[in-house]
């Protein structure tokens, strides 16, 4: 829930429309605790604010209780024959699997559908799986065009010392074999 004096809004990001409720847009937020701009930027105050509202690249749905739920980053989100995947559902799904301890899911870019979904495993202390039993295991259970066509083992994955997860070095990293 939003705090006192703050105003969300979830909005298309493309027209600056409040999307209906339950569906996922841009997070938009209002108020107080909200900053005005960014220092002497004011190419990106203007980029960053509209109409008094902070764009903050979050994807964010609100239920019908007025509680906000944050699905993903913007800029994040994968462009898949024209379909919008976030990354942290198949993510999540990837960690089901018994033998993955951490999965990260980028887009890389595609000839036939612009972007595929490309997906980073790290296995389990003891376990072992393949690229291609992941597939199969994300095809099973996810829409056509959400799960990974690429999926490569790794050891760790790259993150900042606060732990966050570095997805712009996995998308620079040079392509691998498809499974």
Not at 24 to 44: N, S
Not at 114 to 121: Q, R, S
Not at 124 to 153: C, D, N, Q, S, W
């Amino acid at each position: 829930m939003p705090v006192p004096g703050a105003r969300v809004r979830v909005v298309d990001p493309r027209t600056g429309i409040d999307v209906p409720v339950g569906e996922a847009g841009e997070l938009w937020i209002a108020g107080p605790m909200v900053t005005r701009g960014y220092w002497r930027r004011p190419d990106a105050t203007a980029e960053a604010f509209v109409h008094g509202y902070l764009r903050t690249g979050d994807v964010g749905k609100m239920d019908t209780d007025g509680w906000f739920f944050v699905v993903d980053r913007l800029k994040d989100m994968i462009n898949a024959s024209g379909y919008k995947v976030w990354p942290r559902e198949v993510e999540d799904l990837l960690c089901r699997h018994p033998a993955v301890r951490e999965a990260a899911v980028v887009g890389v870019p595609d000839e036939y559908r612009g972007e595929t979904v490309k997906a980073f495993v790290v296995p389990r202390a003891g376990a072992t799986v393949t690229p291609g039993e992941l597939v199969v295991f994300a095809r099973e259970r996810l829409a056509a065009y959400k799960y990974p066509r690429i999926v490569e083992i790794v050891e760790e994955l790259p993150k900042t010392a606060s732990g966050k997860l570095l997805r712009r070095e996995l998308r620079d990293r040079p392509p691998a074999p498809r499974a």
